[in-house]
């Protein structure tokens, strides 16, 4: 088998402000493994100030992974585990090269056979507040009636009006509403302002204080009147007992897995084990993966019985992707068996 890596920078349409920065590009490596036959590509994709992974050394460790691989040597995944977005990446090549159909048909199921799509959210980008209103608009135009917004960056009486304003036009029947705080709450504070935004039939807020605050985080779950998500919390949770003891000492209402940050499919998987035993639910998401992790980790989701809106509507989001059959109509993915992916674009990198 052999074994290589190659860069893409995607670059935004639209700047995207986050609570960390404001993104005009990213990066992404491809791992590409090739036998006699075929080919498969995982990537690992890093956002900066979220990744675990050192994007200063991600170079020298695909050159190394990718020299076990030429030497036959077994991957010991359990090495990479500060950088789940490698360990994503190398686990996804070897699915996509050893799946149903390779390069990219890795898992069989109704969403890949092309009769059935995946509900998804739309993805609201912090920014003024006519930027979103803009962004909300465009959105609940294409058909969404779920949306995940951003919050914690601008003054909170502005988001309230907002939100505010916008239930007034749509009922909790009509509109499905999730916040993101990106932990910009104080934990002193994070009680009253949930208390708030309560009042406007919220179905959910992802992280509203920092991560690695247990027994706080553990104290707004119990008392909220707000169901509170986890997600920057289970970034390099990566022991099985810690991950059940977070769960347990937390007890959050809902787990946000992205595979990129958390070590691919078999550490999601793991997670989902533990949250079920629990009763706790979950869904996925993509970390500004190119349309390559995409697909991966629509295909991986659509194997799950979840029938919860998942966060997989960044495709659209960079002007230099990587053309693929994945489309959005309505507010749902679809995998387009009629179209086709850019094989060019692989072949002139391999």
Same mark, same amino acid.
């Not at 700047?15 to 590509?41: A, Q």
């Not at 078999?266 to 697909?295: C, P, Q």
């Given at each position: 088998?052999?074994?290589?890596?190659?860069?893409?920078?995607?670059?935004?349409?639209?700047?995207?402000?986050?609570?960390?920065?404001?993104?005009?590009?990213?990066?992404?490596?491809?791992?590409?493994?090739? =036998?006699?036959?075929?080919?498969?590509?995982?990537?690992?994709?890093?956002?900066?100030?979220?990744?675990?992974?050192?994007?200063?050394?991600?170079?020298?460790?695909?050159?190394?992974?990718?020299?076990?691989?030429?030497?036959?040597?077994?991957?010991?995944?359990?090495?990479?585990?500060?950088?789940?977005?490698?360990?994503?990446?190398?686990?996804?090549?070897?699915?996509?090269?050893?799946?149903?159909?390779?390069?990219?048909?890795?898992?069989?199921?109704?969403?890949?056979?092309?009769?059935?799509?995946?509900?998804?959210?739309?993805?609201?980008?912090?920014?003024?507040?006519?930027?979103?209103?803009? *962004?909300?608009?465009?959105?609940?135009? /294409?058909?969404?009636?779920?949306?995940?917004?951003?919050?914690?960056?601008?003054?909170?009486?502005?988001?309230?009006?907002?939100?505010?304003?916008?239930?007034?036009?749509?009922?909790?029947?009509?509109?499905?509403?999730?916040?993101?705080?990106?932990?910009?709450?104080?934990?002193?504070?994070?009680?009253?302002?949930?208390?708030?935004?309560?009042?406007?039939?919220?179905?959910?807020?992802?992280?509203?204080?920092?991560?690695? *605050?247990?027994?706080?985080?553990?104290?707004?779950?119990?008392?909220?009147?707000?169901?509170?998500?986890?997600?920057?919390?289970?970034?390099?949770?990566?022991?099985?007992?810690?991950?059940?003891?977070?769960?347990?000492?937390? /007890?959050?209402?809902?787990?946000?897995?992205?595979?990129?940050?958390?070590?691919?499919?078999?550490?999601?998987?793991?997670?989902?084990?533990?949250?079920?035993?629990?009763?706790?639910?979950?869904?996925?998401?993509?970390?500004?993966?190119?349309?390559?992790?995409?697909?991966?980790?629509?295909?991986?989701?659509?194997?799950?019985?979840?029938?919860?809106?998942?966060?997989?509507?960044?495709?659209?989001?960079?002007?230099?992707?990587?053309?693929?059959?994945?489309?959005?109509?309505?507010?749902?993915?679809?995998?387009?068996? =009629?179209?086709?992916?850019?094989? /060019?674009?692989?072949?002139?990198?391999?």
């Amino acid at each position: 088998m052999k074994a290589s890596f190659f860069k893409h920078t995607l670059n935004f349409i639209i700047p995207g402000k986050t609570s960390r920065d404001v993104l005009s590009k990213k990066d992404s490596w491809f791992i590409v493994l090739k =036998d006699v036959k075929n080919f498969g590509v995982g990537e690992c994709s890093i956002i900066p100030g979220l990744s675990l992974d050192n994007i200063h050394k991600i170079e020298s460790k695909l050159k190394q992974v990718c020299n076990d691989i030429l030497n036959g040597k077994q991957i010991n995944y359990e090495s990479y585990s500060q950088f789940p977005a490698l360990k994503f990446a190398i686990e996804t090549a070897h699915q996509s090269l050893e799946g149903f159909n390779p390069p990219f048909h890795l898992f069989n199921s109704d969403f890949t056979n092309n009769e059935k799509g995946i509900p998804i959210n739309g993805l609201i980008w912090m920014g003024e507040i006519s930027f979103m209103q803009k *962004q909300i608009k465009n959105k609940l135009n /294409n058909g969404f009636n779920c949306l995940k917004l951003k919050v914690g960056s601008l003054e909170f009486e502005s988001e309230i009006n907002l939100l505010k304003n916008l239930r007034k036009e749509f009922s909790k029947k009509d509109l499905e509403i999730r916040l993101d705080a990106n932990g910009t709450f104080s934990k002193e504070t994070a009680l009253e302002k949930l208390k708030r935004l309560s009042d406007f039939s919220i179905h959910s807020i992802e992280q509203p204080i920092k991560p690695k *605050q247990f027994s706080e985080m553990a104290k707004i779950c119990e008392l909220s009147p707000l169901p509170i998500a986890l997600d920057e919390e289970l970034i390099g949770v990566n022991l099985s007992l810690e991950r059940e003891k977070l769960l347990d000492t937390i /007890n959050p209402h809902f787990l946000i897995l992205k595979p990129s940050l958390l070590g691919g499919f078999k550490d999601s998987n793991e997670w989902i084990h533990f949250a079920e035993k629990r009763n706790i639910k979950w869904w996925a998401t993509s970390a500004l993966e190119s349309n390559v992790g995409l697909n991966a980790i629509a295909q991986w989701v659509s194997t799950k019985e979840n029938n919860l809106r998942q966060g997989l509507g960044t495709g659209m989001l960079f002007s230099n992707n990587i053309q693929s059959p994945l489309e959005i109509e309505g507010d749902e993915l679809f995998l387009k068996n =009629d179209k086709n992916w850019n094989l /060019n674009f692989f072949n002139k990198n391999i």
